[in-house]
């Protein structure tokens, strides 16, 4: 079983309306991200939870919300999807802590097109 | 001007050849250094990590950091089809936590 899956996979939605992303982690990991990646332009930070209690906004937050529901579960929502907001989003975990093997682990991706 | 800069390409190639992947930076506090792969419909997964100056190799793979430059490559050789995917870059220091800065990536073809 993959260590991070996120859900749906793929997903078409209409201008307006309100979206939801979920990730789930059996890593044990603390620490969890969302990104998201467009053509050209690598990944980019969108939200990061380093603990339940512990929600920060990333490069590209405006548009976004999200959830830490547990320590192994993090939800990306769009509040009112524009399509400007159609791309790739990864959810990723790493441990607490700076290591000296840093690494965070990425989910399968969720494949959004907003029409 | 982005802090990470990578050649987006498509850069393709003979099976067997040689290939070099390259990233420039510009924030000196980086320290330490990682390329991932990306395969076609799948999350990056780490594929090397270098802290500081210096080279890494691990099989086939060689990562080699020059911070005077603030220049990164990845080397690959006797390519083979099934490392046709994008690579990225990425990198961090003590200061940024577990924040990676990402390269745009550079999607790598090798032909049979």
């Known amino acids: 079983d993959a260590d991070v899956t996120q859900t749906p996979r793929n997903r078409i939605t209409k201008t307006g309306k309100r979206i939801m992303l979920e990730c789930s982690q059996t890593?044990?990991?603390?620490?969890m991200y969302w990104y998201r990646q467009d053509p050209g332009l690598g990944l980019r930070l969108i939200y990061y939870?380093?603990?339940?209690?512990?929600?920060n906004k990333g490069e590209i937050s405006d548009g976004y919300s999200v959830s830490r529901q547990a320590q192994a579960k993090f939800s990306l929502s769009l509040e009112s999807a524009i399509p400007n907001q159609t791309a790739l989003y990864f959810c990723?975990?790493?441990?607490?802590?700076?290591?000296?093997?840093?690494?965070?682990?990425f989910g399968p991706g969720t494949r959004l097109l907003v029409l | 001007q982005k802090e990470v800069e990578q050649d987006p390409g498509p850069l393709s190639v003979p099976e067997g050849a040689i290939v070099s992947l390259n990233c420039t930076y510009s924030?000196?506090?980086?320290?330490?250094f990682m390329w991932y792969r990306q395969y076609s419909r799948k999350g990056p997964e780490l594929l090397m990590y270098?802290?500081?100056?210096g080279n890494k190799e691990d099989g086939r793979f060689t990562a080699q950091v020059d911070k005077s430059s603030k220049y990164i490559s990845l080397f690959i050789r006797d390519s083979q089809p099934s490392d046709s995917a994008t690579y990225l870059c990425?990198?961090?220091?003590?200061?940024?936590?577990?924040?990676?800065?990402f390269g745009g990536g550079t999607r790598l073809m090798v032909k049979p």
């Open positions: 990723a975990t790493s441990e607490a802590g700076f290591s000296s093997q840093e690494t965070q682990y």
């Open positions: 890593k044990g990991h603390d620490r």
């Open positions: 939870s380093f603990d339940v209690k512990d929600i």
């Open positions: 924030n000196s506090a980086f320290q330490y």
């Open positions: 270098t802290y500081s100056s």
């Open positions: 990425a990198m961090t220091h003590v200061g940024a936590g577990n924040m990676l800065t």
